[in-house]
């Protein structure tokens, strides 16, 4: 079962939208099967990560959910009205920043943009996987 996505029209108010989400699609959780949310973003919340961490670790844990994240990084720094975002972090500090709210709510975290991948979760296990069998076939 997919969970709706829900858009912060226009905004990064990350918690307003995981509450909107946890309260609508959460609320009878027995009945539910899916344990995870998947947050598609190209920038940071609005709010203090630190804040996001420890709400989205606690709403997680009360759930039994996971949070991933897939941050596309977009090449500029401004939209496309050439403004600036409110609520500015390079691509690196947005990355920071998720993986840091990613590992509280015990989810996953990929972070690719249009050179290609930079980092996700899956691949990083996959190639430790590889250089196990790898390292086992050499002994």
């Known amino acids: 079962r997919w969970v709706l996505s829900l858009q912060c029209k226009g905004s990064r108010n990350f918690m307003s939208a995981l509450r909107r989400a946890v309260e609508v699609d959460f609320k009878d959780k027995d009945k539910h099967k899916s344990q995870g949310l998947y947050l598609l973003t190209t920038g940071i919340p609005d709010q203090e990560t630190h804040t996001v961490s420890?709400?989205?670790?606690?709403?997680?844990r009360g759930f039994d959910l996971q949070l991933h994240v897939c941050l596309f990084s977009v090449m500029e720094d401004?939209?496309?009205?050439g403004i600036i975002p409110a609520c500015y972090a390079n691509p690196t500090e947005t990355a920071t920043a998720f993986k840091e709210i990613v590992r509280a709510a015990n989810g996953?975290?990929?972070?690719?943009?249009e050179a290609?991948?930079?980092e996700s979760d899956d691949i990083t296990v996959i190639v430790s996987e590889m250089e196990k069998a790898n390292n086992y076939s050499q002994k």
């Open 116 to 118: 290609g991948i930079f």
């Open 54 to 60: 420890t709400y989205v670790g606690e709403v997680c």
């Open 78 to 81: 401004v939209d496309s009205s």
């Open 108 to 113: 996953r975290f990929h972070w690719f943009g």
